[in-house]
């Protein structure tokens, strides 16, 4: 089974950017699609991020034009470039495994512990 393991999280303010790793083990080559989700206190778990193993990306509507998903299987890791953070990104962010690249594809990996973001206005 993939272990999945997230960093890059911090503090940051409105406007500033950070860039968020996940890394799969337990695999030599990971090639499914991937997805990078969030949670923020209260709400539910979204997917904000998809990429599929030859590398096309989509992005919900609120991350569209500001966060960029990337893939690099020779080291096991997806990324997320955010740009332009606002306050209302504020969540605890986690990457998974999707069972495929279609709209509603479940994560089926073990959720990791996740990193934090939170951007101050």
């Known amino acids: 089974q993939v272990q999945l393991v997230e960093s890059g999280g911090g503090l940051v303010q409105a406007g500033g950017s950070l860039r968020l790793s996940c890394t799969a083990t337990?695999?030599?080559?990971?090639?499914?699609?991937m997805g990078w989700y969030r949670q923020a206190p209260g709400k539910q778990r979204e997917l904000v991020a998809r990429?599929?193993?030859?590398?096309?990306?989509d992005y919900s509507d609120s991350v569209k034009g500001r966060f960029t998903i990337s893939r690099d299987d020779a080291k096991n890791t997806v990324d997320l470039q955010m740009n332009s953070l606002k306050p209302e990104d504020t969540a605890v962010y986690y990457c998974?495994?999707?069972?495929?690249?279609?709209?509603?594809?479940?994560?089926?990996?073990?959720w990791g512990q996740g990193t934090q973001v939170t951007v101050s206005s």
């Open positions: 337990g695999r030599n080559r990971n090639t499914n699609a």
């Open positions: 990429i599929s193993g030859t590398g096309s990306t």
């Open positions: 998974n495994v999707l069972r495929g690249y279609y709209k509603g594809a479940p994560a089926t990996g073990n």
